[in-house]
């Protein structure tokens, strides 16, 4: 992974900026429940970069890639007061997909009926502060299940994590952007953290499923990587340094989150 990304510092001062003066976000009807924070995301690309990016579409993944950068951006809006966790059809968190470096782009807004909407919060991060490691595991099917063996039976993946709102305690209410400690400082940013994720021991190589029990069983393999330190830093824009941001057991966030059905 390449570690130093060539404009997410400026597309994260646009949306300050454009927070700033109150651009607000959009409903195209009333109806509308996601397009409305990527027309607003749309426009600050447009402030950095022109045309020079494109639309993914619905079922593609990153929603935007810029066409002068390896950069792909992912974007989750949520209303207020929300979920702790976030789901992923398909698609888990990773830093690099097809040679772009990955971000995501959390807004979160008033859960409310109007048409016009104002950001409540703004937390942009790499993609491995969530993840590590890239990949690309695939839905699969087979054909020859049910009573008469015509039924197509489709695997189908559901990842689902903590919002990084929860696990990086202090980004909420705030506007964070959360890079690879190696990233070059930026002087236009003010840092308000430093976060260590470490690797786990073991990570899961598949799993089975057995029917007349509803058991999903995972299977473990020694991770080459285990206790390997993966470091952030948490920026600010100058003059708005807000909380200082310091990290939550994400495990932990995610299991509470569960119980709670959150």
């Not at 964070?176 to 940013?189: C, E, H, N, S």
Request: proline letters at 6%.
């Amino acid at each position: 992974m390449t570690a130093i990304p060539s404009l997410c510092a400026d597309i994260f001062i646009a949306c300050c900026e454009a927070m700033n003066r109150q651009d607000l976000l959009r409903k195209r009807s009333a109806s509308d429940k996601e397009f409305f924070f990527q027309d607003w995301m749309r426009q600050r690309l447009a402030e950095v970069v022109g045309d020079h990016f494109s639309d993914v579409g619905r079922n593609g993944y990153p929603d935007f890639v810029l066409s002068g950068a390896p950069e792909g951006y992912e974007l989750k809006g949520l209303a207020l007061p929300g979920r702790k966790t976030i789901d992923s059809n398909s698609r888990f968190p990773q830093p690099v997909h097809q040679g772009r470096r990955i971000y995501y782009v959390f807004g979160r807004y008033p859960q409310t009926l109007d048409l016009n909407l104002g950001l409540s919060d703004l937390l942009i991060c790499h993609a491995s502060f969530i993840n590590a490691h890239s990949g690309e595991p695939r839905n699969r099917s087979f054909l020859g299940y049910g009573s008469y063996g015509d039924l197509l039976l489709r695997d189908r993946k559901m990842y689902v994590f903590p919002l990084p709102f929860y696990t990086a305690h202090g980004t909420a209410g705030n506007r964070t952007l959360i890079l690879p400690a190696a990233v070059p400082a930026d002087d236009r940013l003010v840092c308000v953290g430093e976060l260590v994720r470490r690797e786990v021991d073991q990570l899961v190589a598949g799993y089975s499923f057995e029917f007349g029990t509803d058991t999903l069983t995972p299977r473990f393999v020694p991770n080459p990587a285990a206790g390997q330190e993966h470091r952030f830093r948490a920026y600010r824009m100058a003059g708005q340094p807000g909380d200082p941001v310091t990290l939550e057991d994400a495990r932990a966030v995610l299991a509470e989150a569960l119980a709670e059905g959150a």
